[in-house]
């Protein structure tokens, strides 16, 4: 290729410390807003969270999930767009407390959400810990903008898996490609592999 | 028309307002343009990063294609365009881009150009191309800038309306006012709208551009006017600086 | 921390994928007539909603919301969904 423009550099890339940032990201300092549609606006009243594919489905009001346990939790987020924030913190219910009860052998789940997004995750990344439904950030509500009220939350793979206004998981025998997975996006999207694309 | 990349000198830059330049660039190979399209510029850092913004070609069809840029806050790409670039250096640039969103004489008129800020620039591609065919189409120019500084192209738009032959601009300054400005002096509304905008019974065509919720606000506006909805058509360019 | 609403104004219009589309197609699409596989509403590619680096960009009709396309891109290559449109209509390609 060879074309340089001259004096230009781009937008300062801080790496970042060293092991904290995956190859080819850098920092930010705000947290930028994505969407690939326009911010639904459920009403709590209307909101459920639901398992689906499981010996029974398992459902849950607004109330009847911020009843839940919950946990306050500081984690690295990572998009695929080369940001990287660190140590954002979160509130939200984990996974695991979501499939506790809930008979199945599924190995993969398809996160649905309002305005009709999807993405697969694998069972395994979604337990042990590792996932939440967040309905807080920084100690305040989710905002609609980021997701509320609320939000997938996987922050050890790449953050397009987090998926906003999440509805649901949909329990399932098979990896099922969702929204961006089927049109080029890493079917997993391990961050410090750098599975941002098909083939990576 | 091209699809691949070209290599662009800036050969002549030109402050238009304190943060708006204009530059002039020479591409051998363009393929010529028509009033309304942009192109795609294309920068590399000496470490192979890569970043593409489109801009609004500024010139007539038959020049070469001049853009101009505003330098936005948190820019990447514009505050080097606006700021950095120096004549002689190169770009790469790709288009021209659009089919849809652009104008010539042979498409008639009363016309209305709606800009928000730096949405004027595909705006003025249309004025200039039709001062320059000798075109009398009757056109009515609203331009919305914060402050009279910040109003692109004023003085080549007061000489465009000096010339008689049906051109008029009309400011609003939406932020600060100069002493004894008389002109609108707040946001585009459906008031100022109807005052401005050729009447629905005329059948103009409209062009809007600017900032989203600018370009929706005015549209919008312009349809509850009257106006055939197929014949305002729009260009959207993000949130700029406000 | 406040979140201001950018969202509305990060929406843009089908004149910001033209370049992309040209790379893409070889010819200019923004003034392509697109039929919505969803609701039947037809128009200029140009008139859609588009949402880019989201992290990929979709463009979806004005009337219903429904996706009309989406387009990843990697260094070395794009990757275009056009299911959401059941028709697209184009001119003949002319030199002008």
């Known amino acids: 290729m060879g074309f340089v423009s001259r004096g230009f550099h781009g937008r300062r890339r801080d790496e970042g410390p060293e092991g904290r940032v995956p190859p080819g990201q850098y920092l930010t300092d705000g947290f930028p807003v994505l969407s690939a549609g326009p911010t639904p606006h459920t009403r709590l009243d209307e909101w459920t969270f639901t398992v689906e594919g499981g010996a029974e489905q398992a459902r849950w009001t607004w109330d009847e999930f911020r009843a839940l346990p919950s946990e306050d939790v500081t984690v690295d987020i990572h998009c695929v767009t080369r940001w990287s924030k660190l140590d954002t913190d979160w509130q939200g219910v984990s996974v695991d407390t979501l499939l506790d009860g809930v008979e199945h052998e599924a190995a993969y789940a398809l996160a649905f959400c309002d305005g009709g997004y999807t993405t697969n995750v694998p069972i395994e990344d979604l337990t042990g810990g590792k996932a939440w439904v967040a309905y807080g950030y920084d100690g305040e509500p989710l905002d609609p903008e980021h997701g509320g009220p609320a939000r997938l939350l996987v922050p050890h793979l790449y953050f397009w898996k987090s998926a906003k206004w999440v509805r649901g998981l949909q329990l399932l025998d098979d990896d099922e490609p969702g929204f961006w997975e089927t049109n080029g996006y890493h079917l997993y999207g391990d961050p410090w592999r750098e599975q941002r694309y098909w083939g990576d | ?242 | 921390m406040t979140m201001t609403s950018q969202t509305a104004d990060m929406r843009l219009d089908g004149n910001a994928i033209g370049g992309l589309l040209l790379g893409v197609f070889g010819v200019e699409m923004t003034g392509a007539m697109a039929t919505c596989g969803s609701c039947g509403m037809r128009g200029a590619l140009a008139e859609a909603e588009v949402y880019v680096q989201c992290p990929g960009t979709v463009a979806r009709c004005p009337a219903c919301g429904s996706v009309l396309l989406r387009v990843v891109e990697s260094t070395e290559r794009t990757w275009l969904s056009l299911e959401g449109i059941r028709t697209l209509e184009l001119p003949i390609a002319t030199e002008r």
């Not at chain 2, 004025?127 to 009279?148: F, K, N, Q």
């Open chain 2, 1 to 242: 028309m091209t699809t691949g990349w070209l290599a662009a000198e800036a050969v002549e830059v030109r402050r238009e307002t304190p943060r708006v330049r204009t530059i002039v660039l020479d591409v051998p190979g363009w393929p010529g343009h028509r009033a309304g399209q942009h192109l795609d510029v294309r920068l590399t850092a000496e470490d192979g990063y890569q970043a593409q913004r489109s801009y609004s070609i500024a010139s007539a069809p038959g020049e070469r294609p001049d853009i101009t840029v505003e330098e936005l806050d948190d820019g990447e790409v514009s505050p080097y365009l606006a700021e950095e670039l120096r004549p002689g250096d190169r770009i790469e640039v790709r288009g021209p881009i659009g089919g849809w969103f652009v104008w010539g004489p042979e498409d008639g008129g009363p016309l209305l150009l709606v800009a928000g800020g730096s949405g004027v620039v595909p705006l003025m591609a249309m004025a200039r191309h039709r001062a320059a065919s000798g075109s009398a189409v009757p056109t009515r120019l609203l331009l919305s800038s914060r402050t009279w500084e910040d109003a692109i192209y004023r003085d080549e738009l007061a000489d465009l309306t000096g010339r008689g032959d049906g051109f008029e601009v009309v400011h609003t300054l939406t932020r600060e006012q100069p002493d004894g400005w008389s002109g609108y002096a707040r946001r585009v509304d459906d008031e100022l709208l109807r005052e401005v905008a050729w009447p629905a019974h005329a059948g103009a065509r409209a062009y809007v551009c600017g900032p989203t919720s600018f370009v929706e606000s005015v549209s919008r506006g312009l349809v509850d006017l009257g106006y055939e909805p197929g014949k305002v058509k729009t260009e959207r360019f993000g949130p700029t600086g406000g």
